[in-house]
């Protein structure tokens, strides 16, 4: 059935979906409620999805590195309860979307939002995993770009289209599918001629593209390993595969989750013993 939009439109109150209570086309502070804080110099407000995960993987790359000053609270923003419309998360972020950071190791708090801003922020102060020089640290700021530019067509586009919808619908899932799989060929391309996203040294851009790629090809997203018939991207399956070797991408997929295995979710991060008992190996999804 074909749709005549209006001359203006109205937000329907019954228009369905996943995340109908939640979505509002206005922005602000909805309650008021302070967040929690915890010890360490770094307190990062998040939720283990695709773009929660970039930032939690690099604090624990960082970790991982023997970078002691880099040791974060991870407190849970729980989305789906509407956490992120907190007077306290909108001081941080105004946009109302997680993660975001409060860096205390200054004199004065910086807040940080936007994951691939966090990202850059903490490569910086810490120097590891964005090069100095400028040839290289372009190349990487060009694909940190990339994917914050792209993933919006993948998550919102295709990944709700084909999995959230209150109904499937055949043109959009077509033109969302279209642009998933040309993306998917960006990064398979290059990754035939790299080892990592952005040439030979693992970076701010691997980490940033594997949650949401990486684990797309690993069958780990929207249940679409078959459907985007993901097998074909090989070059992407060989990095992705490398990037699961690593302990800080092991750990950092783990934190602020809140479905699955219970041996392998991290509700919250508050010091290295948080992984304690817990199982951090990867096993794959059946697909």
């Known amino acids: 059935m074909s749709y005549k939009p209006p001359k203006v439109w109205k937000m ?3 228009n369905g979906g996943k995340f109908a209570s939640i979505n509002k086309p206005t922005a602000g502070a909805r309650f008021e409620k302070e967040l929690p804080r915890g010890e360490h110099p770094f ?3 998040s939720l283990g999805t695709p773009n929660g995960v970039k930032v939690t993987i690099m604090f624990e790359e960082l970790l991982a590195a023997g970078i002691k000053e880099a040791e974060y609270d991870a407190h849970l923003i729980n989305i789906t309860e509407q956490d992120q419309f907190s007077s306290g998360f909108v001081a941080i972020n105004p946009n109302s979307k997680i993660p975001a950071l ?3 190791s200054n004199d004065k708090p910086i807040r940080v ?3 691939a801003s966090i990202l850059l922020h903490l490569a910086e102060k810490f120097k590891i995993l964005l090069p100095e020089n400028t040839p290289e640290r372009t190349e990487v700021l060009n694909w940190l770009f990339w994917q914050m530019g792209s993933a919006p067509y993948l998550g919102g586009g295709f990944g709700h289209f084909y999995a959230y ?3 499937k619908m055949k043109y959009p899932i077509d033109r969302f599918t279209m642009e998933a799989k040309r993306q998917l060929d960006v990064l398979d391309q290059q990754l035939e001629k790299n080892e990592y996203i952005a040439g030979s040294n693992y970076s701010i851009a691997d980490i940033a593209i594997f949650p949401w790629y990486g684990m797309l090809v690993k069958g780990e997203l929207y ?3 078959e459907f985007l018939q993901a097998k074909e991207y090989k070059h992407v399956i060989r990095w992705a595969d490398q990037l699961l070797k690593r302990e800080g991408v092991l750990k950092g997929r783990l934190v602020n989750k809140t479905w699955g ?4 979710i991290i509700r919250e991060r508050h010091s290295g013993k948080d992984f304690e008992n817990i ?3 990867y096993k794959p999804s059946a697909h």
């Open 165 to 167: 919808a209150p109904e």
């Open 223 to 225: 249940d679409a390993f």
């Open 102 to 104: 409060l860096d205390y």
């Open 12 to 14: 329907d109150e019954e």
């Open 279 to 281: 199982d951090i190996s």
């Open 113 to 115: 939002f936007e994951s």
């Open 43 to 45: 307190q990062l407000y």
């Open 261 to 264: 295995n219970e041996n392998q």
